[in-house]
């Protein structure tokens, strides 16, 4: 399982902020007491203050566009917004990514052609954000909680968390001086998302940051965001919100075909431009990656200098375009793939030419086998999967489950076949779920991009997918404070240890997999 570094920009952060500067007003201290610092009503008075010019029209369309960089990539955005609708198209260097909401519903495509509907953490996000950028959070004092004091560059800023019905908490810094907002933050993976705003002017009264930066802490990788346009008058051309269209893998029916073992994880066979590779098949890569030597033997030229979430965070990412990969009589084409040394980011535990990741399984059905060493696989719609069902969510491009612990405990988990072992419990869920499992001094390393981290061996005495219980899975538990493996949102992720008993069907188009018991089913009901 790794992740790339592609984080989506501010979507110009439009928070509707007015002309006005306004200083925070106190009450007198006390004698002998510090300043007092202004409660919550007094924060959302004045942010109201510095929002809008008295008498300012309300805003019911906006259109911006302008400038991205980072990660050694340019590219650029465009927003449009009427009423409930809303769409930003982004691109940076070859990714692109559009994001569109119709009402309460939002949907994503990239730049390999998937189209999802946000349903997980991403849309709980989504749901915080617009309840900031319209500024009702402003008039809803019971969605607002204040958080002290804290200096941004040298200013004091005032925080405050905020939270939308059925949101993630977002926390927004509130200048002292002016009542504008200087940074939003929220949780994201392994850590804290920063957006810090600037160059605020005013449209209409209104006022609009027309810079934005995003960063994870790690400032190499920060993208910039510069607003060039911004209007605040239609009409808007009602295509523009038209639905999005899904890519699929272009096949004239679903085929099966061999797939290998090696090392407890399973590759299938592909071609690039006339020339065969081994790929390791695993649903929690959110990318197509391509390793070094490859993009050397292909002649390829890779572009960007990006950052990739593993074992532990590690830059070398860069980016290249594949005019065609085939699985099989499938045809991937246009595919915008990641690229690495994996050797050299492994610490030479990866020998392999690269990883077939999300993209694959988001534009076909997937059926692995594992007792029959097979892969069947075909558009969506054109396979019968068999099994249970599992809802899956897939916002953040792999596929999450609810899963039950120790039959007490709900809690997501990635459906990950690049995991070679049963379970990982990663260490902030663990923090908030103590006694779940025993403690153990069986200190274990694992590997992945970025290194190796550190992980103690223990087991859970169940962990259920739908009606169907295992049985003291080997578990190890992530001590990984960064990385992939130290994810807020997850419990941690199942491998092929435990996917290896069923005939498990991706079908992550229609946010569902399907598990069947294999020839070789056991659900461990007889281990110690």
């Known amino acids: ?18 002309a006005a500067f306004f200083a925070f007003g106190t009450a007198p201290p006390a004698s002998g007491a510090g300043p007092r610092e202004p409660g919550v009503a007094a924060l ?3 942010y109201t203050h510095a929002t809008t010019d008295p008498g300012a029209a309300d805003v019911n369309e906006f259109e911006s566009s302008g400038g991205l960089a980072g990660g050694g990539l340019t590219g650029a955005f465009h927003t449009w917004a009427e009423g409930d609708r809303e769409r930003t198209d ?23 052609g998937d189209v999802r509907e946000l349903t997980g953490v991403l849309a709980r996000r989504a749901r915080t954000q617009r309840f900031i950028d319209s500024g009702d959070f402003a008039s809803h004092p019971d969605h607002v909680v204040a958080r002290g004091s804290e200096r941004i560059d040298g200013r004091l800023t005032y925080a405050l968390d905020v939270t939308a019905d059925g949101g993630e908490t977002e926390t927004i810094y509130l200048d002292a001086e002016t009542g504008l907002p200087d940074r939003l933050a929220y949780d994201d993976d392994d850590g804290r998302t920063t957006i810090d705003l600037s160059d605020w002017r005013s449209v209409n009264g209104h006022r609009y940051p027309f810079k934005s930066v995003v960063s994870d802490g790690d400032h190499a990788f920060d993208t ?6 911004l209007t605040l008058s239609g009409p808007i051309p009602p295509q523009t919100f038209a639905p999005l269209v899904r890519r699929h893998i272009a096949m004239a029916g679903p085929e099966t075909i061999p797939i290998e073992l090696h090392e407890g994880h399973l590759y299938a066979p592909v071609v690039i431009d006339g020339k065969h590779y081994t790929f390791l098949l695993d649903t929690g890569a959110q990318d197509i990656l391509v390793d070094k030597h490859v993009v050397s033997d292909l002649g390829l030229t890779p572009t960007g200098a990006l950052e990739a979430s593993g074992a532990t965070r590690t830059g070398g990412l860069q980016l290249v375009t594949l005019d065609e990969l085939d699985i099989g009589t499938g045809r991937l084409t246009n595919v915008v793939a990641a690229t690495i040394d994996l050797d050299t980011s492994t610490s030479g535990v990866f020998h392999i030419d690269g990883i077939l990741g999300y993209p694959f399984f988001a534009s076909a059905t997937v059926s692995i086998d594992y007792s029959a060493k097979t892969m069947t696989f075909g558009v969506p719609g054109t396979m019968t999967p068999a099994g249970e069902k599992i809802p899956v969510q897939v916002d953040r491009s792999f596929p999450e489950a609810t899963l039950r612990l120790n039959a007490q405990t709900d809690a997501p ?25 025993a403690f153990s001094t069986a200190n274990r390393h694992s590997y992945g991009i970025g290194g190796s981290t550190t992980s103690y061996r223990t087991s ?20 990984a404070t960064s990385g992939a493996f130290a994810d807020r949102f997850d419990a941690g992720n199942v491998g092929l240890g435990l996917l290896k008993n069923f005939v498990v069907t991706f079908d992550v188009a229609n946010a569902a997999i399907y598990l069947q018991p294999g020839s070789d089913f056991d659900d461990g009901r007889g281990r110690n």
């Not at 988990?413 to 499992?437: C, M, S, W």
């Open 224 to 229: 910039t965001q510069t607003t060039a346009s």
């Open 1 to 18: 399982m790794w992740r790339a570094s592609w984080r989506r920009c501010a979507r110009n952060a439009s928070v509707s902020v007015a």
């Open 90 to 112: 982004e691109n940076l260097g070859p990714r692109a990514e559009t994001t569109l909401r119709l009402g309460d519903r939002i949907w994503d495509a990239d730049s390999n």
């Open 413 to 437: 988990f990635i459906i990950d076949t690049g995991n070679a072992g049963e379970v990982l419990l990663y260490k902030p869920f663990l923090d908030k779920h103590l006694g779940l499992v």
């Open 460 to 479: 859970l005495d169940s962990i259920a997918f739908g009606s169907v219980p295992m049985y003291h899975a080997e578990t190890d538990v992530m001590l």
């Open 44 to 46: 959302l008075q004045s």
